[in-house]
Structures are given as C-alpha cells and as structure tokens.
C-alpha cells in the first residue's frame, strides 16, 4: 500500500466513538489551542499581571495578552503610589488604559490593591512618619482612598484584593503604618468602604506563602472568620502563589484551598510565577512546568476556586530578575514569546473531576 492510502484506510478504520461526537460535559476531546480557550473549556478565569508600558508599546506584548487570557491585574497601575503620587492629584492614566484595553478585549479585571503596605506614596509615609498625618487623618485618608478609587471603576471590577499581605510569616499581624496607627479593625473597615463604594464586586485579602505557611494560614483563616462573625463584607481569599523549583512544591495547597471554601470564600490563585535558580536547564523546565501544572489541578480540584492569574507572562518583563539575586525564568513564555514547557502543561490540563 502506498502511504498515503494507508494513513486513509488508518483513520477510517478508527471507529468514531459516540463520546466524541456527542462531547458531553467534561469531555474536550479537542485540546486547547492557546489559554484563552482552555479557560472556556475548564469554566475559570485564566489571568495575567499586565504591565501598562509594554502594553501601550509593544504590539507583541499586547497582542499575546488579548490572545491568552480572559482576566487581567494591573501588575503596578493601580497601587496607591500609582494612582495618588502627590496628595490629592490622581493620576488615572495608566489603570484606565488597562480598563479600557480589558472591556475591548472582553477580559474581566482584578483590581490590585487598595491597601498595602509597600508602593504607598512618600507624601503618605513621610507624613505618618513626622507626625503631620495623626491617626484620625490616616483613617479618614484611607477611607477617601478606597472610595475614590473602587467608585471610579464601579462595575468595571470583578474582584478586588482589599487588603494585601496582612500577616507576618510567623503568624502575627503585619506591623504597618495601618496597624501601628489605626489598630486591628483597619481590615474590617477597608472592606466595609470597598464594599460601600461598589456591593457588587468581590472582596478578597491576598497573601504570599498562604499555599504553605501554617501560622501564616491559621492567622488568615482566623480573621476571615472573624470578618464573617460581624457580617463584614469578604468574599474571596487570594493566593499569590509565588514558587520557586528549588522549594518543594506547596504539596498541601489544595486541602489550604478547600480549608478557606468551606468559610464560603471564593479561592483565586493571584499572581502565580514559577521561578528558578539561573542558568535554565531543560530539567528545570521541566519541574517548572509540572508545578504550573500542579498549580492549576490543584485549583480545578476545589469548587471554589475561579480564577489563575499568573504574575507576567513572558520571561520579558516578569518581576523576579529584579528582586530575586540569580533567579528568574519564572513565566510561561521565553523573552521571545516562544512557549516554553510549562505552557504546554497548562494546555494539557483536563477539567474538573
Ligand atoms: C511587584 C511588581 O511585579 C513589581 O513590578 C514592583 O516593582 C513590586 O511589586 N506581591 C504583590 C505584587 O502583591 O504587587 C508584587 O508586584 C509582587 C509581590
């Protein structure tokens, strides 16, 4: 037989299964060509960190990101320094561009973050520090905060991180300038104004190390419930996900995960990166990539769990060269765009059990 008579006679001797003619829920038997279509396929959000420069400039930059995915975060845009660099001038420019981009591209938002205690404007910090901001003007500055900008993208957010990276690693509450001068019940007010200022979004608190850290989540766990105790306005618990391929993966994540359901909270995987020790290896690719995997079984295993964003999408512009010494590598795309293992992995993720 000739080749190409035998891949025929091949193929129509492949009987076609009634499952794949009649997929039925679950069943993709075709599998998903970029992320965007996974996303649909698995019914989660499958998000990216953006970065606001590259998207104004670089076509390649935006176009993958309004190929990929179907959620975005603001990777700095609407941090406090960003929004609010001297006292009273807004500076919306950027945070709108990524709107704006978002509602054209039919990409839902995470809105990043309101309270923090890194990336706050200097007129803030100094003037707390030399005793110009008391505590009564503090409150009444992060109140004004919060409103202003949860009302200007009123219906335009699906979620936002209310309050970021609260607790210490030992499990003590975060000695910020929120704490230290405002007291424990900052938290409860911050969602109580976000919640006022748009009911219709959902109200997360996000923390790194949470996939692990046992103080870190008992402590979280303990202000969620006690958030809920006095009907405080909290919906979702956000994990940043933060791994690295020379720490053993967060092998306890989805019990972690499914702890934080049971309170009723939505679970959202926020800023997901899988960095490693450099030069990159085809090993280590590969370990990278069964983490992303991991990462995202992990979430399709919990009910609750809607949403995996990933911090940046290409080796291009990704934060860990930047912060962590010799380390880096940590996204899904190489600097030239081109897949690398853990992408693929992504890909071949099957839905929900
Ligand atoms: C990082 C950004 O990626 C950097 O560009 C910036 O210089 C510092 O902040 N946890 C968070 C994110 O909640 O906001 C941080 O983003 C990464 C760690």
Redesign the pocket.
């Known amino acids: 037989m000739k080749p190409l008579i035998l891949a025929l006679a091949l193929v129509l001797a492949v009987p076609v299964s009634p499952a794949s003619a009649h997929p039925g829920p679950g069943h993709h038997p075709r599998p998903a060509k970029d992320l965007r279509q996974l996303a649909q396929q698995l019914h989660i959000k499958i998000g990216s ?1 953006v970065d606001i420069a590259s998207l104004r400039d670089e076509p390649m930059y935006r176009t993958t990101l309004n190929r990929e995915f179907n959620h975005v975060t603001a ?2 845009a609407m ?1 406090w320094e960003s929004v609010e660099p001297e006292r009273g001038v807004y500076t919306w420019d950027d945070a709108d561009a990524l709107v704006e981009n978002a509602r054209r591209n039919h990409q839902q938002i995470r809105g ?2 309101l309270l ?1 205690h ?2 706050l404007p200097a007129w803030l910090t100094s003037g707390v520090e030399d005793g110009s901001i008391d505590a009564t003007e503090l409150r009444e500055i992060l109140r004004d905060h919060i409103t202003t900008q949860v009302r200007r993208y009123k219906g335009k957010i699906r979620a936002w991180d209310v309050v ?2 609260v607790v210490e690693e030992d499990g003590s509450m975060r000695q910020s300038i929120w704490l230290t001068h405002l007291g424990p019940g900052y938290i409860a007010d911050a969602f109580r104004w976000a919640h006022k200022a748009d009911p219709h979004a959902k109200l997360f608190i ?1 923390d ?1 190390n949470l996939e692990w850290n046992a103080p870190k989540i008992e402590t979280t766990l303990n202000i969620v419930k006690d958030l809920k105790a006095k009907r405080v306005p909290i919906h979702g618990i956000g994990f ?1 996900g ?1 791994l690295g391929i020379q720490y053993d993966y967060p092998g306890d994540w989805a019990n972690v995960m499914q702890r934080f359901a049971d309170l009723g909270l939505e679970v959202a995987v926020t ?1 997901l990166d899988v960095r490693m020790v450099l030069p990159v290896t085809p090993e280590k690719l590969a370990t990278q990539a069964d983490y992303y995997r991991r990462a995202l079984t992990d979430c399709l295993s919990v009910r609750a769990c809607r949403e995996l964003t990933v ?1 940046g999408f290409t080796d291009l512009h990704s ?1 860990v060269p ?2 962590f010494d010799g380390e880096g590598a940590a996204t899904l795309l190489d600097e030239n765009y081109a897949p690398k293992p853990a992408y693929g992995a992504l890909l071949s993720v099957k839905g929900r059990k």
Do not use: L, P
Request: glycine share 4%; net charge negative; aromatic share 24%.
């Open positions: 960190a990777e700095n941090k990043h973050t923090w890194n990336q970021n990276e996000n790194y940043q933060h800023e911090w934060w930047g912060w």
